[in-house]
Each structure stands twice: as structure tokens, then as C-alpha cells.
């Protein structure tokens, strides 16, 4: 291929190929051109790249009017000075005189010039000035200073951003809450999570332009945002609050840079019958009446099948049991389950349910509220 060489004062105009006169749409014609020889996607050779980030500054800084003026004053490229002296030139009127009238003496022909101005070739000088009748070159080298002074640090701080554009980057970290079920949480699971990222852009790899015009899958942008699915698993026994880490899933790497990591935090949802301390596991069970007051064996649902518990005679509601080896393991370790019971009555009593509890009633001779104290 062709190399292209540059200054360490880039010439834009030399880049494109194209001279300091040239319009926007002779620049645009020759940024096409060039774009279509360099572009990494068609021309594969390992200075290709550097070739069309030049091509693209030089493209992007002529085809706007203001940066290509201050571009122009910086490197000292101006358009030629209008002479503030206009030169007027009146040519000599003629005159038809007789041959005998030549003859005139030297004094009489310069008597008459004289007396006829027009008559003769002269020359004026007139300065040019504004309004206010002062020179304008005072202001305009003020002007131009200061604009060169304006371009220059604009030009010093781009520069700069460039050259850390360069170097390689890693990508942006994504944080994320996710709420699981304590029923995850003791048993383990898998969850398909959602996550919004940013990756360099596929059609332009990161230029932003193609072919002279913004690149129309990023907009001009240089990259694009999209969702993608990650499995996640949690495993048994996380805590509350711990932060997952799922490497290279977060944003795109810069320039080679490594992609970024995506942490998700784990938030356990709060239930009224199940609640997680450390190790243990504790569970509120309701039971019958008759399971109460006979001891009846009863059957508890778990995460890993069923667990029984012989409950009893005159079971009270409240009452707590502890199953031990029955929670999280965790490191060699593991708790126990702890199963509150309360008394519940069915509220589709019927008939015959309803004359036993009134026989029940008879029966009973026990006062429950005996030992309850106003105030106590």
C-alpha cells in the first residue's frame, strides 16, 4: 500500500490532498476517497489505522467553518492582504492643436499644464479606513492574537484527550441489586439477569464516520448501547448485602483495554414465615386446635423434601422447636431450623365442628384469663 507521511505540524490540507481554497464539498469528495483506501475494515495493514485517524482529525477540522479559521490563523495560512492604498491613474486628455502651436517655448507648455490639471498623467494614493476613520490594522492583529492564542489551547487540550484516547482502557464497571427468595438462598439457584452495557461500535469500529458522513448504526457516537443476558448463580447459603463479581461482562474495553466487571448485590426478600439468621434457618408453622391439645406428629414442608416433628400434648401457640443439622451449610458448618408453631382455626366451621366445640365448651372448666392483671 501507499504510505502516507505527516509532519509533526500536521498540514491538514496536504492529508486530504486537497488546497488551501478547496470547498466543503472538494474536502468531503477527497475525505471519501481516502476513507475508503485506510478504513480498517478494508485495508488490513498495521499502519492503516493510525493512517485513518489522521485522515478523519483533518476531515472533522476543515469541514467546520469555525475550526478550520482557527486552524488556518495557528499554522499561519491567511488569504492575501488588500493593498489599504488604492492606485488611480487618469490618462492624458488629448487635444487636437495645430502643428504650428508645437512649436510653443518649454515656458508656454508648462504654463498651460498648469492651467489644465486634467490635462496631464498623475497619480493619487488613497488610504483606506473604517467608519470611525482609524486604520484597521491595529485591530485586526489584536484580533488575530487572540485568536491564535484561543485556537491554541482549544487545540493543546484536544491534542491532549487524544493522546489519552490512545492509550488502552478498561472498560466501565456495572453495579446491580438482585433480590432473591430465601428458598434460593438455601437450596442455591440460577437466575438470567438483564444487563445494559456499551460496546464499540461494529460498522465504524469507534470513528464515528463512514465514508465521509456520521456512521447510522451509532449516530456518530462510536459506540452503542445494548442489553444482554448473563446467567448468574447464587450460591447456598449467600448473605445478605454480597457482592457478586461477573468478569469481563461490564463495558467494552478502549484501544486493546480489558472489558469491565459487573457486580451484583445480593438483597434477600423478607418473609413473615421464613427468615434467615447466620446459619439458621427460622420458620413459622401453623397448627390445628387438636394438634395443640393431643401432640399430633406433623409434617413440615423443606427446601430438600419434608421434615417431621412430633409436637406435644397441650402444645401453647408461640412455642418454638429447635431441629438441629436442618439450616444453611456454609463452609463445613451447619445450622439448625428452628420451627415456631401457631394456632390457627379454620374459618369454614361446620356444623358438627361447631356442636363439638360447644360440647368442648361445657366440658371445660379451665379459665384462661385467670391470672391476667389490669395494668400488669
Keep these: 500500500m501507499d504510505s502516507m507521511a505527516f509532519n509533526s505540524i500536521k498540514n491538514y490540507y496536504e492529508i486530504l490532498g486537497v488546497g488551501v481554497d478547496a470547498d466543503l464539498a472538494q ?8 476513507a475508503r483506501k485506510y478504513h480498517p475494515d478494508i485495508n488490513k495493514a498495521p499502519e492503516a489505522v493510525d493512517i485513518f485517524k489522521e485522515i478523519t482529525q483533518a476531515y472533522e477540522t476543515l469541514s467546520n467553518d469555525k475550526d478550520r479559521e482557527n486552524y488556518n490563523i495557528l499554522n499561519g495560512i491567511f488569504s492575501k492582504p488588500k493593498n489599504p492604498y488604492t492606485y488611480k491613474q487618469t490618462t492624458q486628455t488629448k487635444t487636437n492643436t495645430p502643428k504650428s ?5 518649454s515656458q508656454s507648455t508648462t ?3 498648469q492651467q489644465n490639471p ?6 493619487t494614493y488613497t488610504k483606506t479606513e473604517n467608519k470611525a476613520g482609524k486604520p484597521k490594522t491595529n485591530v485586526k492583529k489584536q484580533n488575530s492574537l487572540l485568536r491564535r492564542i484561543k485556537y491554541f489551547l482549544s487545540k493543546f487540550k484536544r491534542n491532549k484527550a487524544r493522546v489519552k ?3 488502552p482502557q478498561k472498560g466501565k464497571d456495572i453495579t446491580t441489586e438482585l433480590t432473591v427468595t430465601p428458598e434460593e438462598i438455601i437450596t442455591g439457584a440460577k437466575r438470567l439477569i438483564n444487563i445494559r452495557t456499551t460496546r ?3 460498522k465504524c469500529s469507534g470513528h464515528r464516520f463512514t465514508n465521509g458522513d456520521k456512521c447510522s448504526y451509532c449516530h456518530g457516537k462510536g459506540s452503542v448501547t445494548e442489553t444482554k443476558k448473563i446467567t448468574l448463580t447464587i450460591p447456598k447459603g449467600i448473605k445478605d448485602g454480597t457482592k457478586l463479581c461477573l468478569r469481563g461482562e461490564g463495558g ?3 484501544n486493546g483495554g480489558a472489558n469491565g466487571n459487573v457486580y451484583v448485590v445480593i438483597r434477600i426478600e423478607s418473609r413473615n414465615k421464613l427468615h434467615l439468621d447466620k446459619l439458621n434457618i427460622y420458620y413459622n408453622v401453623p397448627i390445628t386446635p387438636f394438634e395443640a391439645a393431643l401432640g399430633e406428629e406433623i409434617t413440615i414442608p423443606a ?12 402444645t401453647c401457640s408461640g412455642q418454638k422447636f429447635r431441629i438441629a443439622k436442618q439450616g444453611i451449610k456454609r463452609q463445613g458448618k451447619i445450622g439448625d431450623l428452628i420451627v415456631t408453631v401457631s394456632i390457627e382455626f379454620s374459618h369454614n366451621l361446620s356444623e358438627d365442628e361447631i356442636r363439638l366445640y360447644e360440647q368442648l365448651k361445657n366440658l371445660s372448666n379451665d379459665n384462661v384469663r385467670k391470672n391476667l392483671r389490669y395494668g400488669s
Design 27 to 34: 474536502i468531503k469528495s477527497a475525505y471519501r476517497k481516502l
Design 101 to 105: 502651436s508645437q512649436s510653443t517655448s
Design 111 to 113: 504654463e498651460a499644464k
Design 118 to 123: 486634467k490635462s496631464q498623467t498623475y497619480k
Design 165 to 167: 484516547d490512545k492509550k
Design 200 to 202: 464499540t461500535c461494529p
Design 252 to 254: 467494552c474495553g478502549k
Design 303 to 314: 427446601f430438600d423434601g419434608t421434615i417431621k416433628l412430633k409436637l406435644p400434648k397441650n
